[in-house]
């Protein structure tokens, strides 16, 4: 095994950096004089990776917004894609941002590079035709979600089902009381978490009916709001001033506020996954520009190994939560069905110790169960494992099977 390899990283994502800063620190714990380039984050940076180019420069969301950010994500692109070329590595990881990292694929490919892929791209929601792309230009998919390895490994891909990585965290430490202290919360009345996404535009979207269901709800609870280290301190001014008049408060750490809330309101993402593996009941809502709905609503469609159903309105469950049950055990309240008098609804009987409640608690039980790893490794411990395995220089062939050959 090469003992100083050149590894390449592409993460575009907050939660790519945080999983790409901990492949770097366990690769590093085996291969110290192991070297990392790419795309990445402070995280990825800290640990000790080369940026070519920062996560945060193209980060973007949604159709629209890609599209009003294409010369800036273009321009990262080509300078990535000299970096590959100019200085070969050993072995590449890509890391969710499939945009990006398909295309980064196919350079990788044509140089012999192996190429391990991090956190599946959907395919198996839209876009199936890039399926072509794994099968052609990835060396291992590592999913982190069960129904993903059977989808791969019914079309010919060599997959990995590794376990999500917020299901291997352990519950936040502070107590209650603590929390309430640092926030200036009342720990006598109950708590509901809001988690209106962490990028400007999902906060936009997101937040105002967020709130306005707060005001549609008649007890007295706080109303915890849960800032992102990563959000500007104009956006948080800005959120501020939106729930000022309300019973919102703004808070740090939205795992504790989910630990130590009654229910939660959470936007379509990652986050709704901390929630699953937390066990707090929650409704999810989603909210992006007409035209990046109008076109998602178009183009998913599930294959045979994810059950799902249509809503009254016609919506495919997006909730990964609900995908992963199988079943619809979270409410979906999407785009226009997503109104603060919707919210108000939906969020009530999880507040009461209803049936509702303790059928959704049961079942995201049963979830947090299948999200965690098979076997005795975290994710990254895999992800680890899979990049030294790469690095392995291939089998000797015997010198006498030529010979002998010819001789026939």
Do not use: C
């Not at 936009?204 to 609870?221: F, H, K």
């Not at 408060?249 to 009654?262: E, P, T």
Request: without cysteine; charged residues 20%.
């Amino acid at each position: 095994m090469l003992q100083t390899p050149l590894i390449f990283l592409s993460a575009g994502e907050a939660s790519g950096d945080h999983y790409g800063a901990q492949l770097i620190a366990a690769v590093k714990a085996v291969l110290p004089q192991a070297r990392f380039i790419g795309l990445g984050g402070a995280a990825m940076e800290a640990e000790g990776q080369q940026r070519v180019v920062r996560a945060e420069d193209v980060a973007v969301m949604g159709i629209t917004e890609i599209l009003q950010h294409i010369p800036r994500i273009l321009g990262s692109y080509l300078r990535l894609v000299q970096s590959i070329k100019r200085n070969r590595p050993d072995v590449a990881v890509l890391i969710d941002f499939p945009d990006v990292n398909f295309r980064l694929a196919k350079h990788l490919k044509r140089l012999g590079v192996p190429v391990i892929w991090f956190v599946s791209p959907q395919l198996w929601a839209w876009k199936r035709s890039r399926l072509r792309w794994v099968q052609q230009r990835i060396w291992k998919m590592l999913t982190i979600f069960p129904f993903e390895e059977t989808f791969y490994a019914n079309r010919g891909v060599t997959a990995e089902f590794v376990g999500h990585p917020l299901a291997e965290q352990p519950l936040p430490t502070i107590s209650r009381e603590q929390y309430a202290k640092d926030h200036s919360l009342d720990p006598a009345k109950q708590w509901v978490a809001l988690l209106p996404g962490s990028r400007g535009g999902e906060i936009d979207a997101n937040l105002p009916e967020m709130v306005r269901a707060t005001a549609l709800i008649e007890q007295d609870y706080q109303y915890l709001l849960p800032v992102a280290p990563t959000v500007s301190d104009a956006r948080r001014d800005a959120m501020r001033t939106a729930t000022q008049a309300s019973r919102v408060k703004l808070v740090s750490d939205a795992r504790a506020a989910l630990l130590h809330s009654r229910a939660a309101v959470v936007a379509s993402g990652t986050a709704t996954v901390q929630a699953a593996v937390i066990g707090i009941p929650f409704l999810l809502v989603y909210r992006v520009s007409d035209l990046t709905f109008k076109a998602a609503k178009r183009l998913v469609r599930y294959p045979v190994e994810i059950p799902a159903e249509e809503d009254a309105h016609g919506n495919l469950p997006i909730g990964m939560v609900n995908l992963v049950a199988g079943r619809r055990i979270v409410p979906e309240l999407l785009q226009e069905h997503f109104t603060g008098e919707a919210a108000a609804a939906a969020l009530r009987p999880l507040l009461e110790d209803s049936p509702e409640r303790a059928a959704q608690i049961a079942a995201l039980a049963e979830v947090r169960h299948k999200l965690q790893s098979p076997n005795h490794r975290t994710g990254i411990e895999s992800l680890r494992d899979a990049v030294l395995e790469a690095l392995e220089p291939p089998p000797l062939t015997t010198s006498s099977a030529a010979p002998a050959s010819a001789s026939k």
